[in-house]
């Protein structure tokens, strides 16, 4: 309890300090006044020992034996505290754990309000009671801490599968979802320059699952220079999210040379189809 | 005459000719009539999806010092501070410093020219960080600089200044400002989370920064305490203290302006009150407290005026968190015989169950931005993570482990989340992003650490 409570300012615990040295000071003033009696009196004579008289020990018939009562309830043999606190966890349970409430029924500990009886709640903060069952796993964690375990390897997050696709499948793809048929030679760089926005374009987790679409409409000469900036025809609503999108294609180009320089239209999907 | 208008003719058809050579030949002229011939049909289109690129890079420059008897070793950890805060967004990360093409060292402010952004850029740099440290009337003052390196602008300016030389608040603040300038949203490194932690053999207030470090005490009366509760401003900590009487409220405070001590002491007298939630403008709360044997949510003035009863059923309501909007309550009903997800209008009209799935879910938290609620749900005895939309219409988990994960709470930009978790044996608290990915551990062999409520931002 070295602690301080650096910048917060708690009346509780400054009572505390506050009953505590009145304590300490209650309790020095008793034993200055134990000393002064002890020095005042005159020395008592000792009473000479009294005489030692051999006894047997005999055996006597077993008295019946008390049922044992039921075991407390666990929150109340882990509670740390004095009896007073010991109620309180009991009555915090309802608050955490609804669901046991109706398990338990020890009483509340103030009466006063309870009009229906109501099943007592078993401590909320119960799952607690899983912790002591489990000492090897605190071994386990020193023992991982210690050895420096990384616990992230336990998230496990499948890596996106990369698709296998082809020149010719992304013609075909790109026939199939426009109508228009297109040149391998343009389905080429579509993807090469699908490929290359791809691995600069950042798209954080908080972008996903928003339905998020920026239309982008850039002029390229024949070597993929961009001839002006990006211009954003449709907005996504978002704008950091169409900002980011302009600034992927800053960040890329030059894109791949183009066989037919001029207009294009990119739109930058937060996810795919 | 006739001979003038010849030679005006030849000079028209001369340079008309010349121009559709351009048109054919230059590259500029063909983008020109590649144009002409756009407008008259779609523009060839191109769809773009999201690669695997998380994380925005950002080099870090070491900060100049004028006039001011800074040491290299405090100029250095400046720096880290500020690339560890930015590592702890897992959305800016700071680039490696092998990756530098450039000088790292920050150009003088007095030189408005412009940064190296072609070796930046080649570097892998997205962003880029410098500034200057003075004393200015005793205080530290940071002057900073973000640019855009795809632009080869300045993204912002600004000037802070910290109270003590307090190195590690400061290099949170220059980092979450960074994370603003490339995401919109600030970031949260300077912000805190409280806490209840056993560790000294009593359940007491905790409040640690939100990377874990400079955990502290904020309460210390050996009673045991609960729930805490930020006031939306950040000035204080609503918790759940437990006496030799009923558990009341209490305040912790670090301001002069809110006295710390018991509130609400005299509203609904002599009944237990176990949970208290701030609504968004910290004017009111919603409070759990038992009437007639069952757990019943009420909301209160802070003042404690205008008591008003929003739950009224013999089941157990508790758990109430605020929509960000402050109309709408989540909160935990067993009225139809297992714990579940219930919302309610701030009046405690328009009642509707939002979760189906689960016997026992509980520990609703609304995120920020309204679009999600995280709470717990058990599976196979143990609670994992889940999202639910306010609507009840999706609904997936995020984090699922064989030992139990609970509590969630979110961070101020709804990016992450912190909860505690038994996965060591003890209980210990955790911060990952909102998806389940960046799992961090903040506490470590320090007794149960629970409860935990993702502070404000503090400016």
Not at chain 1, 74 to 88: G, I, L, W
Not at chain 2, 55 to 64: D, M
Not at chain 2, 196 to 222: C, F, K, M, W
Request: hydrophobic share 40%.
């Amino acid at each position: 309890m070295t602690a301080e409570l650096i910048g917060w300012t708690d009346e509780q615990s400054l009572d505390h300090r506050r009953r505590m040295r009145n304590a300490m000071l209650v309790s020095l003033a008793i034993h200055g006044l134990v000393m002064a009696l002890f020095a005042a009196t005159p020395r008592p004579q000792f009473a000479s020992f009294p005489e030692v008289l051999a006894v047997e020990l005999v055996a006597a018939a077993p008295a019946p034996r008390a049922k044992p009562s039921a075991p407390p309830p666990e929150a109340a043999r882990s509670a740390p505290a004095p009896p007073p606190v010991v109620k309180a966890p009991v009555q915090v349970l309802p608050e955490e754990s609804p669901g046991r409430i109706r398990k338990a029924a020890p009483k509340p500990p103030e009466p006063k309000v309870v009009a229906k009886v109501k099943p007592e709640p078993e401590p909320v903060i119960r799952r607690p009671t899983r912790e002591k069952a489990l000492s090897y796993e605190d071994a386990m964690a020193a023992l991982d801490d210690e050895l420096g375990v990384d616990e992230t390897a336990d998230l496990l997050t499948p890596a996106p599968k990369k698709s296998e696709e082809s020149t010719a499948q992304a013609s075909r793809d790109q026939e199939a979802r426009t109508g228009v048929a297109i040149s391998p030679e343009l389905a080429a760089w579509n993807l090469a320059t699908r490929r290359l926005i791809q691995s600069k374009w950042v798209t954080p987790a908080s972008y996903r699952g928003r339905g998020l679409a920026t239309g982008l409409e850039l002029r390229l000469s024949a070597s993929g220079d961009l001839i002006g900036p990006p211009i954003v025809v449709q907005s996504s609503g978002d704008p950091f999210f169409d900002d980011n999108a302009v600034r992927a294609l800053l960040t890329v180009a030059p894109l791949p040379p183009v066989a037919k320089p001029g207009r294009r239209l990119f739109i930058f999907r937060s996810e795919a189809d | 005459m006739i001979r003038g208008m010849k030679s005006r003719s030849l000079l028209v058809i001369g340079s008309a000719l010349v121009l559709s050579w351009m048109t054919m030949n230059w590259p500029c002229g063909t983008a020109f009539a590649q144009s002409l011939e756009n407008e008259q049909g779609p523009l060839p289109t191109l769809e773009i999806t999201p690669g695997n690129v998380r994380a925005f890079r950002t080099a870090v420059l070491r900060f100049r010092t004028i006039g001011l008897p800074v040491g290299e070793e405090r100029i250095a950890t400046l720096r880290k501070e500020i690339e560890r805060s930015l590592a702890f967004s897992s959305i800016v990360l700071p680039l490696e410093h092998d990756a530098y093409l450039a000088s790292d060292e920050s150009a003088s402010f007095a030189d408005k020219g412009a940064i190296d952004c072609d070796s930046w850029k080649q570097s892998g740099a997205d962003a880029l960080v410098e500034g200057e440290l003075r004393r200015d009337e005793g205080r530290l003052r940071a002057d900073l600089r973000v640019w855009d390196i795809a632009r080869c602008k300045q993204f912002k300016t600004g000037r802070l200044t910290a109270d003590r030389d307090d190195l590690a608040q400061l290099g949170r603040i220059i980092a979450d400002e960074s994370v603003e300038a490339l995401t919109g949203t600030r970031g949260v490194a300077a912000t805190e989370i409280a806490f209840i932690s056993d560790r000294t053999g009593h359940r007491e207030l905790y409040v640690a920064a939100a990377d874990g470090r400079d955990q502290r005490p904020a309460t210390r009366s050996n009673t045991l305490k609960l729930a805490p509760d930020w006031l939306p401003d950040g000035r204080a900590i609503l918790y759940v203290a437990y006496g030799a009487l009923q558990p009341g409220f209490f305040l912790t405070s670090r301001s002069k302006d809110i006295s710390p001590g018991p509130i609400l002491a005299h509203v609904m007298k002599g009944l237990p009150k176990y949970r208290g939630r701030f609504d968004p403008t910290g004017e009111e709360l919603a409070m759990v407290t038992s009437v007639d044997g069952a757990a019943e949510i009420f909301r209160v003035e802070r003042r404690g005026n205008g008591t008003v009863r929003l739950t009224n059923h013999p089941a157990i309501d508790i758990s109430p968190s605020w929509s960000p909007d402050g109309r709408e309550i989540v909160f935990v009903s067993d009225r139809s015989g297992a714990p579940q997800l219930y919302v309610m209008d701030r009046d405690g009209g328009n009642l509707r169950r939002l979760t189906f799935t689960g016997a026992y879910n509980a520990s609703p938290a609304w995120s920020p931005d309204g679009r999600w609620i995280a709470y717990e749900t058990r599976v196979r005895g143990q609670f994992d993570i889940w999202l639910i939309d306010p609507s009840g219409q999706i609904n997936f988990p995020i984090v699922e482990h064989a030992r139990s994960d609970e509590a969630p709470t979110w961070s101020p930009d709804g990016r992450k989340i912190a909860f505690s978790s038994r996965r060591r044996g003890r209980y210990d608290l955790y911060v990952m992003d909102w998806n389940g990915e960046n799992l961090q551990r903040l506490t470590r062999r320090s007794g149960a650490n629970i409860q935990p409520d993702w502070g404000p931002r503090m400016r």
